[in-house]
């Protein structure tokens, strides 16, 4: 909204009119017409909604967080892998020891307005040998998701994140990848 107040756009709308009144000697009428619905059109735009979306004023029937993460058995066997999520400043960790993991929450009272999720791997202090031809594969996916519910059922997406990643090696280049320390597999912060 351009202003905040009715009085102060009648009382611009006012002083540009006399203005024009006063200057209407020396230019034409039809100019004097096209400069009043200009500043009209201005005043009135500026009075239009607001364009961003709203949550609708009931609330959510339900708030869900479902996140998953799906990785290679070659990741874990190298890998101690850790989820940090929280809600609000609910905070819970988990090791991740299999090749899904999948956390699924639904909130219907003390729907919480802030979302994380952080799943990181770090080295293991022993790991398997590999012969130096082996291929391993090291590879992520994950799909996080925040919905909402509303009276009529309908499911809305408010925040999504999603991706997916294969690095394959060899157990020669095995230790240099392992060297390279602590791996990031996902972020997620959401605020709505």
Same mark, same amino acid.
């Given at each position: 909204?351009? $202003?905040? +107040? ?5 009382? =611009? ?5 006399? !203005?024009?009144? *006063? ?63 929280? $809600?609000? +400043? ?5 090791? =991740? ?5 999948? !956390?699924?929450? *639904? ?86």
């Amino acid at each position: 909204m351009l $202003f905040h +107040n009715d009085k102060k756009q009648l009382f =611009i709308i006012n002083v540009l009119l006399n !203005m024009l009144f *006063k200057i209407k000697n020396k230019i034409s009428y039809k100019v004097l017409a096209l400069l009043w619905i200009m500043t009209a059109s201005v005043c009135l735009v500026a009075c239009g909604g607001d364009d961003e979306p709203k949550e609708p004023s009931a609330g959510y029937k339900s708030v869900n967080a479902n996140y998953v993460v799906n990785l290679s058995q070659d990741y874990l066997n190298l890998y101690d892998v850790e989820a940090t999520y929280s $809600f609000d +400043n609910e905070t819970h960790t988990e090791a =991740i020891t299999s090749t899904q993991w999948e !956390m699924v929450k *639904k909130f219907t009272s003390n729907q919480p307005k802030h979302f994380t999720c952080t799943v990181k791997a770090s080295p293991k202090a022993t790991v398997p040998q590999y012969a130096d031809d082996a291929k391993i594969t090291i590879s992520e996916n994950y799909e996080l998701e925040v919905t909402g519910v509303d009276n009529g059922g309908n499911v809305m997406q408010m925040k999504s994140l999603s991706n997916s990643h294969t690095l394959n090696t060899t157990g020669k280049q095995l230790q240099t990848l392992l060297e390279k320390g602590e791996r990031s597999i996902v972020k997620f912060d959401y605020t709505r």
